[in-house]
């Protein structure tokens, strides 16, 4: 790829969100926005090769796209309403300069953004859509790295964003930020996403690596930047706390050949202090905004426990049973059960931990959760039960989609049938 | 991906002479757009280099110099680090940041090792670190 395409890339990753936002405004639709914003981009890859880069691009990306829009109409009538809308704002900007309409478009781009946000989260949408468009409309990622994020074929993730797109325009569904009743399940929405998308960069579900940071990175700076549009979400501070705490660790979690070093295992010295202060900056103004005891708030003040031990041993255990305490009763769920039963092995002992743990046998959400008999593993390893945790960790071993993990597993098995700690 | 982004000194920074309260003002505009945008991590300016010092290494031994230094266009007078997809995309945010200093100026970028870029230098004596193994619960770490 040559110099100028890089750079147009890099232009596109700034601009692009902003751009399919503010046009989503204007048509009232983000397929059909999303296809201007893409029209301005080819006629980008056309022209700035030899003219160079503008000194605006932005502006210049809106511009022609609005014009795209006029072009559009002029052979279809589909969005004939809107066409007297944008040529009503074309008209008005004839004499404008390009200072004039980035200011125009300035003054709204956080709206709209936030706006295309809740869009692309919408409920309307499966899960897996609602991915797949963000990481595309706001991400600015392109289908085929979607792809490559998720271990799924390039026209899986471009049939899925078609369908997305399609399943807003024939719902109808409004480009707005939601208000009222809604507001908080809608913003829930968006915020599983990024942290999903998170998830699967930090302990990827399948694949050879452990982790993908670069998908770390992509759902961190969506959370930063939704932090800046809505400032008085605590909530949203949470997640990013959360996000920028374990992301601190990323650096520490892999060992020399792509092996996965655990918690308690990791160099400490290699957590990244930077993201460790920013991360419990932003837990502080979850708390100041009174969210400490919302459920992303609340997780990452137990990311920040350990963030705050400078060595293994130092860990306020106590505090983390308090918090998975208090988590259990926001967001039941047999996992947060699990962690906790972990937690409270760690404060009280192997035998408590277990007792929890034997009580999550019979739930079915675990059944083929890897985690469950790898903990239950560990736990009668410490209690000194070789022979009983060697089928957990080969059970666990079976359930993970993840190599890496599951050479990890397998290796404890190992461990359990000499009686050694494993290498 | 992390990029060090460094205003070059000029004689003006290493006078002591301050920005104007509209210099402030456009640069406090920009670095709130970095911000907006999810890329920076952090912003610092640094004091002229007769606050500094160096310390020269030679073998064992360690010589303290004081600054003022004299290499004026390759002193640091400022920094970000921010979290960009690519090289490119840090230098098109450079490009908008507005003049950092009166006068021709110059911005250098440059790119942060990861973990990752280590490749081959994680020596054995690393490895050893790891040697006593994975002992401790399967906790997500």
């Not at chain 1, 090769?49 to 052979?75: F, Q, V, Y």
Request: hydrophobic share 45%; aromatic share 6%; proline share 5%.
């Amino acid at each position: 790829m040559s110099d100028t395409h890089r750079a147009i890339d890099a232009v596109w990753r700034i601009e692009s969100a902003r751009l399919i936002a503010g046009l989503a405004r204007i048509v009232g639709d983000v397929g059909l926005a999303e296809d201007l914003a893409q029209d301005a981009l080819v006629a980008a890859l056309e022209r700035w090769p030899e003219s160079g880069i503008p000194d605006n691009p932005g502006a210049w990306l809106m511009a022609t796209a609005k014009h795209r829009a006029i072009d559009m109409h002029r052979r279809s009538k589909r969005i004939e309403r809107k066409h007297e809308e944008i040529g009503h704002e074309l008209d008005t900007q004839q004499e404008m300069t390009v200072a004039d309409l980035d200011a125009a478009i300035d003054d709204d781009i956080g709206d709209d953004l936030l706006r295309l946000i809740f869009t692309a989260c919408h409920p309307v949408l499966s899960t897996e859509a609602r991915v797949a468009l963000t990481l595309r409309l706001l991400g600015g990622l392109t289908t085929d790295e979607i792809a490559r994020a998720f271990l799924i074929p390039e026209a899986t993730v471009a049939q899925r964003i078609v369908r997305a797109k399609r399943t807003l325009s024939e719902a109808r569904v409004p480009f707005e930020v939601p208000r009222g009743a809604d507001r908080d399940a809608r913003l829930s929405s968006v915020l599983g996403v990024i942290y999903l998308v998170f998830n699967e960069g930090y302990s990827a579900t399948a694949g050879d690596d452990w982790t993908r940071p670069a998908l770390c990175e992509d759902a961190l700076r969506l959370g930063r930047i939704l932090a800046e549009l809505t400032p008085n979400e605590a909530e949203v501070h949470g997640l990013v706390a959360l996000m920028e705490l374990q992301s601190s660790r990323l650096r520490a979690r892999t060992g020399p050949s792509g092996e996965p070093i655990l918690l308690l295992d990791q160099d400490r010295g290699r957590w990244d202090q930077l993201l460790i202060r920013r991360g419990l900056t932003a837990l502080a103004r979850a708390e100041q905004l009174g969210g400490a005891r919302g459920p992303y708030a609340l997780q990452a003040a137990i990311v920040a426990c350990h963030a705050r031990a400078r060595a293994a041993d130092e860990t306020d255990w106590e505090r983390i049973v308090a918090l998975y305490d208090a988590l259990a009763e926001l967001t039941p769920s047999p996992i947060v059960e699990l962690n906790r039963a972990v937690a409270v092995s760690m404060a009280y002992g192997p035998a408590a931990g277990l007792k929890l743990v034997d009580a999550l046998g019979g739930e079915p959400a675990l059944k083929k959760y890897h985690l469950l008999p790898s903990v239950r593993g560990d736990l009668l390893l410490k209690l000194g039960r070789l022979s009983e945790a060697r089928p957990e960790f080969e059970h666990a071993a079976s359930l993970t989609r993840n190599a890496r993990e599951r050479e990890l597993l397998l290796d404890r098995a190992r461990s359990c049938l000499n009686g050694t700690s494993p290498q | 991906m992390r990029f060090l982004v460094m205003v070059k000194a000029t004689k003006d920074s290493e006078n002591g002479v301050l920005p104007t309260e509209k210099d402030f003002a456009e640069m406090g505009k920009y670095n709130e757009e970095l911000i907006k945008a999810g890329v920076l991590l952090a912003a610092e300016g640094l004091q002229p280099s007769s606050k500094g010092a160096r310390v020269r290494f030679s073998g064992p031994r360690r010589t303290v110099i004081d600054g003022p230094f004299s290499e004026t266009k390759e002193l640091v007078a400022g920094f970000w680090l921010w979290q960009v997809k690519s090289l490119e995309e840090a230098i098109e945010w450079v490009k908008r940041c507005p003049n950092p200093m009166a006068g021709d100026s110059e911005i250098e970028i440059r790119q942060v090792f990861e973990a990752e870029d280590f490749g081959d230098a994680l020596t054995p004596e690393v490895r050893a670190l790891y040697k006593d193994g994975i002992r401790h619960t399967s906790q997500k770490a």
